[in-house]
């Protein structure tokens, strides 16, 4: 148990339909964050979340909307995805003032 | 623009030999040096980390070494172990603490 729970662990879903990522941390951590990775890729930033208020959107296309409800839970909200979009979705939360982020198992998400 | 570089994708080394990852970076305001292990399947593990007031920081196997006038930073594991076969991500923060990733170092540890 990481402290950052993910779920769930694996998805695939057709291009037409609507799911969502959620993200827990129970760790009192104030900011949670979306990264994306692909294969040989470095990990991506997709959001950046402050307590609650969005601080950071990395240029991410409008098919991925973030939700953050309070410090403890993360949402991705995903639409009309594309095969391309399939990786592997961590969510990691850290500390004010402590470097270094806690992640969750990811998502692995296949589009199809 | 990538400011973190792991030029070796991958590394094979002998069970019990050393294992030898690089990192390079650019960004100078970069203060804070972390190396994250992955196995696959799970998301990253923190594995050790290093300040900028430091060269170098050890913990059992696992040794990184800051060359801040090269933007350079290695990560020695001795002896190597089987275990030790996973992605290594180095990352580096300046004081917001918002992590640059490189785009790891896949290490496999041979019997």
């Known amino acids: 148990e990481t402290g950052v729970t993910q779920t769930p662990r694996h998805l695939v879903m057709g291009m037409t339909n609507k799911k969502s990522l959620k993200c827990e941390q129970h760790?009192?951590?104030?900011?949670m964050y979306w990264y994306k990775q692909s294969a040989k890729k470095p990990l991506e930033l997709m959001f950046v979340?402050?307590?609650?208020?969005?601080?950071e959107n990395n240029s991410v296309p409008s098919r991925f909307s973030p939700e953050c409800p309070n410090s403890s839970h993360l949402f991705l909200h995903l639409h009309t995805l594309q095969p391309e979009d399939s990786a592997l979705y961590l969510c990691a939360s850290s500390a004010r003032d402590t470097p270094g982020y806690t992640f969750g198992s990811g998502t692995r998400l296949t589009v199809v | 623009d990538q400011q973190v570089k792991q030029n070796s994708p991958s590394l094979s080394v002998q069970e019990g030999r050393i294992s030898i990852l690089n990192c390079d970076y650019t960004?100078?305001?970069?203060?804070?040096f972390l190396w994250y292990k992955k196995y696959p399947a799970e998301g990253p593990t923190f594995l050790i980390s290093i300040s900028s007031i430091k060269d170098k920081n050890e913990d059992g196997r696992f040794t990184v070494f800051l060359n801040k006038s090269a933007k350079h930073l290695s990560l020695h594991i001795v002896p190597s172990q089987p275990g030790d076969s996973a992605v290594y991500f180095c990352?580096?923060?300046?004081?917001?603490?918002?992590?640059?990733f490189g785009a790891g170092t896949t290490v496999t540890v041979r019997a």
């Open positions: 990352a580096a923060t300046s004081n917001d603490y918002k992590l640059s």
């Open positions: 979340y402050n307590f609650k208020e969005q601080t």
């Open positions: 760790l009192g951590h104030n900011a």
């Open positions: 960004n100078s305001m970069f203060d804070y």
